[in-house]
């Protein structure tokens, strides 16, 4: 049942952040629990109170890290009751979808001993927590001027006790040009390599910072903006790059992402799959194969960027970037026509809720606070899609609510 509460905290985190639409009305309402279609299962509240909570991971059973968005902290949830300490205050910056955003465990046992790293992948700010006393309510972190954004990081950290020590800087990216597009989704892959979802931080608004990672020939090179990203656990480059050679574009492992919040591995076939949030229309969910190029900012969805009823051709396809060859634009495996705002994407890796889950794909929206459930065809290249869906295109909120797909 963790790894569906995981799902479900993701899901209802960012409403926090931007706007929670009540279209749910007739099921719940802000005080009931989530409805679930599958009236076998149920959801049960494991703790209420956070401020802002944007990510989560697993210690062990019942042994919960959580990211508070605005004020920085990482705070310990053990047995359904939280830490009066957190383990670590960093300063964020956390205009808009700035802040501490992304989180991952890995539990390393040996001889006995169990050193457990926790990466982190926040908005760093220049000033830190206590220069902040003097904002106006209702709270400091809100007091964006104080806090200028350094740029994008994701850390290491050692966790002893109920501390978060050592820490190593794994990457550094710019801020960008906005407070938007910041992604910052971690997931550790079965190759035990760290891939890291970084949005585009709104570069196309600001042609001198874009790059060939927004599919832009003239452009200038990646700078770790608009993809994902793949190190080591020490932040070291995996062998040789897909794309490139060179920093930081050997570090892409796919590109072309305007942003996402929701990367996993499919724990039966080891490939990624990710979400990813269109610009006013096209949200997606893709597989990502090694050199994936999702086509932004050229294409969004099934269309062009210029004209969400036109359909990318193949000639415009061909237009894209593409590294000498070395990376591959394919369409998306769904996609919303009306933005849905997906969040989360997870497999479920266990039987706990069902023969009929086990293995499947769950992803969240914050527009609809929706869990969407798919089952995956026998390669487990495609998503098992019928009726109006089959052409892979949600055209309308009905094809939804008329499909089975809603959790």
Known sequence: MSLLLLVILIIFSFCNNYYANATLADKMNQDSLPYVNDNRLQVQTVFKGIEQPTNMAFVGPDD????????????????????????????????????????????????????????????????????????????????????????????????????????????ELSPGSGPNHNGGVIVLGPDGYLYTAVGDLLSYYDQESITKAQNIKNAKDPDGRGGILRVTQDGDTVKHGIIGDSDPLDKYYAYGIRNSYG??????????????????????????????????????????????????????IEQLVDF??????????????????????????????????????????????????????????????????????????AEIDESDIVF
């Open 263 to 316: 990367i996993d591995f499919d724990p039966v076939t080891g490939y990624l799959w990710d979400t990813e949030n269109g610009h006013s229309y096209g949200d997606e969910i893709n597989l990502v194969r090694p050199g994936f190029n999702s086509g932004w900012n050229k294409v969004q969805g099934i269309w062009t960027e210029t004209n969400q009823h036109t359909k990318a051709e193949k000639t415009e």
């Open 324 to 397: 000498d060859g070395k990376g591959t634009y394919s369409p998306p495996e769904f996609t919303w026509n009306k933005t849905v705002g997906p969040t989360a994407l997870k497999f479920l890796d266990t039987e706990k809720l069902g023969q009929e889950y086990k293995n499947d794909i769950f992803v969240g929206d914050v527009n609809n606070g929706n869990i969407y459930h798919f089952d995956l065809n026998k390669d487990r290249t495609e998503l098992v899609l019928t009726g109006k869906l089959s052409d892979k295109v949600a055209n309308s909120s």
């Open 64 to 171: 919960i890290l959580l990211l508070e968005k605005g004020s920085g902290k990482v705070k310990r949830i053990l047995n359904g009751s939280i830490l009066g300490q957190p383990l670590i205050d960093i300063a964020v910056a956390t205009e808009r979808e700035r802040g501490m955003l992304g989180i991952a465990i890995k539990n390393n046992t040996q001889n006995d001993t169990t050193n457990t790293y926790v990466f982190l992948y926040f908005t760093e700010s220049q000033k830190p927590i206590d220069a902040l006393d003097n904002c106006p309510p209702p709270e400091p972190y809100y007091c964006e001027q104080e806090k200028e954004p350094l740029g994008n990081r994701l850390y290491r950290y050692e966790l002893v006790y109920n501390n978060l020590i050592n820490p190593k800087i794994l990457l």
